[in-house]
């Protein structure tokens, strides 16, 4: 019988029996999942596990073959923060201006920014800590600070749900701990729920309680002192790293 351990009480995404393949592969086989509202999830495993299959079939990019998901982003859209690589380095906006792109949705096609809108702008940047760099360039900055603006940005739309796929994959180590603990306090002090997928438990298990390991299209949620026992963790963390270097 399928592992289905919830993380915390009154579950907001849930996978019941999910699979999951591309062409001829099966990718994530029987997947049940329940993520509970205000936790702060790391999906974790070795490289092609399906880590970041599971977040994009969550998130409806891609079908399930079998099983269902259940998530309440019909009503409101996750706040979503995609892999480093994926974001354009050589935007030719100001940090503002980006963290402003999350209050778009909610202006409509007509709408016009308010005083509101700048103020929560203004706010979440001094949240993460970006104040006062609010107006250079996106490519002016460093690693850490464009992956804040980002987190930032899913911030000011509002979202109760953050997924992220691997947003500290190829930052430094003091850039990613930046990053996590703003993630991690967006679920301890917020109470917003984040599905976090990350390339080891290093860093991650200071922070969390509990892990979605993937392995082989299969997943079981453990607590963090369990994983530590299935996963060994400065081995797992090392080659992921050299795997990234060399993709």
């Known amino acids: 019988m399928p592992n289905m ?18 062409g001829r592969e099966e990718v994530l086989h029987d997947v049940c999942l329940r993520v509970g509202r205000g936790a702060f999830l790391p999906v974790v495993g070795p490289n092609g596990a399906g880590k970041t299959t599971l977040v994009r079939a969550i998130l409806g990019l891609v079908k399930t073959r ?10 409101r859209p996750p706040g979503y923060v995609p892999q480093y690589r994926a974001i354009d380095p050589l935007y030719p906006v100001s940090a ?3 963290v402003m792109m999350g209050v ?8 016009r920014r308010r005083s509101v809108h700048r103020k929560a702008v203004d706010v979440a940047l001094e949240r993460f800590d970006l104040s006062d760099h ?3 360039t996106f490519a002016e900055l460093s690693g ?8 930032a940005r899913a911030f000011v739309s509002g979202a109760e749900i953050f997924i992220m796929d691997e947003p500290t994959s190829e930052l430094d180590e003091q850039s990613e701990k930046e990053v996590l603990a703003h993630l991690h306090r967006l679920s301890e002090v917020d109470g917003k729920t984040v599905l976090l997928v990350h390339h080891g438990l290093g860093l991650v298990a200071e922070l969390a309680s509990e ?34 270097t060399h993709a």
């Open 66 to 75: 079998e099983g269902r998901i259940i998530t309440p982003f019909h009503r």
């Open 144 to 151: 850490g600070m464009k992956q804040k603006v980002m987190v």
């Open 5 to 22: 351990t919830p993380t915390k009480n009154h579950p907001v995404i849930v996978c019941e029996h999910v699979s999951v393949g591309y």
């Open 134 to 136: 609010a107006e250079k």
């Open 211 to 244: 892990v979605c390991l993937v392995d082989h299209g299969r997943i079981r949620t453990v607590t963090t002192e369990n994983a530590h026992s299935l996963i060994d963790s400065a081995a797992f963390v090392s080659k992921s790293r050299e795997d990234r």
């Open 104 to 111: 778009y949705p909610k202006l409509g096609c007509w709408g």
């Open 96 to 98: 503002r201006q980006v």
